[in-house]
């Protein structure tokens, strides 16, 4: 009997290791950032194609001048619609202005996104970990540090979590339109304390669609 479960067991596994398949997008950036390029690895394992089971996301951040790898970013992605990060030119840029312009349809600004987050004349990235729902797609912030390597900036991935549609340098504010209900959406407020180096909300208001 228990022979004859083992058995069943390999043939379960073979089965689904069978009805899955693995694929893979490369991209490789030259025109988001002034000082370095961009080399994204995406690959998944996935039932159907409207199905991904799982996203693993590798950034490479390459120096401009030096062709050298300065770090390199794993992310274990969450659910991932099939058209994320299958096209290269899904990419925004607010330092050298590629694509800075482009519509956001639902909140989506790209699968990656360069921009100076918290203010000080560096450049951050943004990189898509999930396709998310009614609110849009969520990102991972990386805020780049003194020494020119990339950390996640936990309070902005886990409490701003989608795209701000306003990046405020003046008031050192990012904003960001979400979904509430068929009635409208919620504005959420953010600032940056650059003494302290700490993130705050401000302030949510609905606004009627």
């Known amino acids: 009997m228990l022979l004859a479960n083992k058995y069943l067991l390999i043939i379960t596994l073979l089965i689904l290791v069978s009805t899955q398949k693995t ?3 490369e991209c490789y950036h030259i025109n988001l950032s002034k000082h370095f390029n961009i080399k994204l690895k995406v690959s998944r394992v996935s039932e159907a194609d409207s ?3 799982a996203s693993t996301v590798l950034v490479y951040i390459i120096d401009q ?3 050298k790898e300065i770090q390199s970013i794993h992310i274990d992605a969450e659910y991932l619609f099939d058209d994320v990060f299958s096209n290269c030119t899904a990419v925004r840029s ?3 202005g590629y694509n800075a312009d482009a519509d956001a349809m ?5 699968d990656v996104v360069v921009a100076n987050f918290n203010f000080d004349d560096r450049e951050d990235l943004a990189v898509k970990y999930s396709s998310g ?3 849009g797609p969520q990102y991972n912030y990386y805020i780049q540090t003194e020494q020119g390597g990339f950390k996640l900036n936990e309070f902005l991935t886990e409490q701003m979590i989608y795209f701000p549609t306003e990046i405020d340098a003046k008031r050192k504010r990012l904003i960001n339109y979400v979904h509430a209900n068929a009635l409208g959406e919620n504005m ?9 180096r700490t993130w705050k909300f401000v302030k949510r208001r609905f ?3």
Do not use: C, H, I
């Open 65 to 67: 001048e030096t062709n």
């Open 51 to 53: 199905f991904p089971l």
């Open 188 to 196: 959420n407020v953010y600032a940056y304390n650059s003494a302290k």
């Open 94 to 96: 607010y330092v050298t």
């Open 106 to 110: 639902d909140n989506d600004y790209g």
């Open 23 to 25: 694929y893979a997008q």
């Open 133 to 135: 729902g009614n609110g």
């Open 207 to 209: 606004r009627r669609g």
